[in-house]
């Protein structure tokens, strides 16, 4: 769906000089945040094509002062860098820079060089694209979600499918528990995902933890992790179709009880899982590594 109508004059009037009272030292011109309604609300809609959305609707769900940040980095105003690279994030306040370090230590254990390239790589991207076929990160937020956590996201995204590119062998299949978070998802349904899921993280065993993180955290295929705990590839694939089986079951029908109605949830789970994987504490490097320690086992580049 392309809405090809201008935003309403009356609506920009309000949202340009909120913008201006709550960011005076952010200045962009009216005719700078009319042209950025109009691109950021075609965004929307082409990752949504089959939504009916009107300006009242996109302006309701709009994040204002993250979309004139964004468009004011677009625009390359130092005062809105300043901005960005002050924002704090989630619960534990920290800024923003701070937030992307510590998934690049998950990303990249024991790998300092490598933590802080990927993150000044990040950097480099925001208002280049990486290929001439894409658009640079900044111009692809659309307003409709907080921003600090959206480019969150997109870091943690970028960089595990970049983890798969270069290591094909080693690569999590389609159908396993990683696979990228979707751009939006209604914030009622990522709570309750996070909830049922932790809950079914909670009940897991030692062993099955290990699986989780030997395949996730390591991307071990099952052929190298039934070389490393010394059993046959059909018992690591037997464990790996169970876990997952009551991965989808547990989640599953929390999510339905609460009245989930939306098609694929299978999918929705698969989706979501990664971002919650991240976070596990018990799927930190450090915590596999003393699972390994328990069975003799020591990984190449632990020592």
Same mark, same amino acid.
């Given at each position: 769906?392309?809405?090809?109508?201008?935003?309403?004059?009356?609506?920009?009037?309000?949202?340009?000089?909120?913008?201006?009272?709550?960011?005076?030292?952010?200045?962009?011109?009216?005719?700078?945040?009319?042209?950025?309604?109009?691109?950021?609300?075609?965004?929307?809609?082409?990752?949504?094509?089959?939504?009916?959305?009107?300006?009242?609707?996109?302006?309701?769900?709009?994040?204002?002062?993250?979309?004139?940040?964004?468009?004011?980095?677009?625009?390359?105003?130092?005062?809105?860098?300043?901005?960005?690279?002050?924002?704090?994030?989630?619960?534990?306040?920290?800024?923003?820079?701070?937030?992307?370090?510590?998934?690049?230590?998950?990303?990249?254990?024991?790998?300092?060089?490598?933590?802080?390239?990927?993150?000044?790589?990040?950097?480099?991207?925001?208002?280049?694209?990486?290929?001439?076929?894409?658009?640079?990160?900044?111009?692809?937020?659309?307003?409709?979600?907080?921003?600090?956590?959206?480019?969150?996201?997109?870091?943690?995204?970028?960089?595990?499918?970049?983890?798969?590119?270069?290591?094909?062998?080693?690569?999590?299949?389609?159908?396993?528990?990683?696979?990228?978070?979707?751009?939006?998802?209604?914030?009622?349904?990522?709570?309750?995902?996070?909830?049922?899921?932790?809950?079914?993280?909670?009940?897991?065993?030692?062993?099955?933890?290990? /699986? $989780?993180?030997?395949?996730? +955290?390591?991307?071990?295929? &099952?052929?190298?992790?039934?070389?490393?705990? !010394?059993?046959? *590839?059909?018992?690591?694939?037997?464990?790996?179709?169970?876990?997952?089986?009551?991965?989808?079951?547990?989640?599953?029908?929390?999510?339905?009880?609460?009245?989930?109605?939306?098609?694929?949830?299978?999918?929705?789970?698969?989706?979501?899982?990664?971002? /919650? $994987?991240?976070?596990?504490? +018990?799927?930190?490097?450090? &915590?596999?590594?003393?699972?390994?320690?328990? !069975?003799?086992? *020591?990984?190449?580049?632990?020592?």
């Amino acid at each position: 769906m392309v809405n090809t109508e201008p935003p309403p004059h009356d609506r920009t009037f309000v949202l340009y000089h909120y913008c201006r009272m709550q960011l005076p030292a952010l200045q962009l011109s009216m005719d700078q945040c009319t042209y950025h309604l109009q691109r950021t609300l075609q965004l929307y809609l082409a990752k949504n094509p089959h939504e009916v959305v009107t300006w009242p609707t996109y302006f309701d769900s709009l994040y204002v002062l993250d979309w004139y940040i964004c468009n004011g980095c677009i625009e390359n105003n130092n005062r809105a860098w300043e901005i960005l690279f002050a924002t704090r994030t989630g619960r534990s306040d920290t800024l923003l820079v701070d937030a992307l370090r510590a998934r690049a230590i998950r990303l990249y254990p024991r790998d300092e060089e490598r933590q802080e390239g990927v993150i000044q790589e990040f950097w480099t991207h925001l208002l280049v694209a990486n290929n001439p076929n894409s658009l640079p990160i900044m111009a692809r937020y659309d307003g409709q979600r907080p921003l600090a956590p959206w480019l969150i996201r997109v870091f943690q995204n970028w960089h595990v499918s970049q983890m798969r590119s270069h290591h094909p062998t080693a690569a999590l299949p389609d159908d396993d528990l990683a696979l990228p978070i979707p751009q939006t998802q209604d914030d009622r349904w990522h709570d309750a995902f996070c909830s049922a899921a932790r809950d079914w993280l909670n009940s897991l065993s030692d062993a099955e933890i290990l /699986l $989780l993180g030997l395949r996730w +955290r390591y991307r071990f295929s &099952q052929r190298q992790i039934a070389q490393q705990l !010394k059993v046959h *590839e059909g018992t690591i694939s037997r464990h790996t179709d169970a876990l997952r089986d009551r991965c989808y079951q547990v989640i599953g029908q929390r999510l339905t009880s609460q009245g989930w109605t939306g098609d694929e949830l299978e999918t929705f789970i698969l989706t979501e899982m990664q971002s /919650l $994987l991240m976070d596990e504490p +018990r799927l930190a490097a450090d &915590q596999l590594t003393l699972l390994l320690a328990k !069975k003799g086992i *020591e990984l190449p580049g632990e020592a």
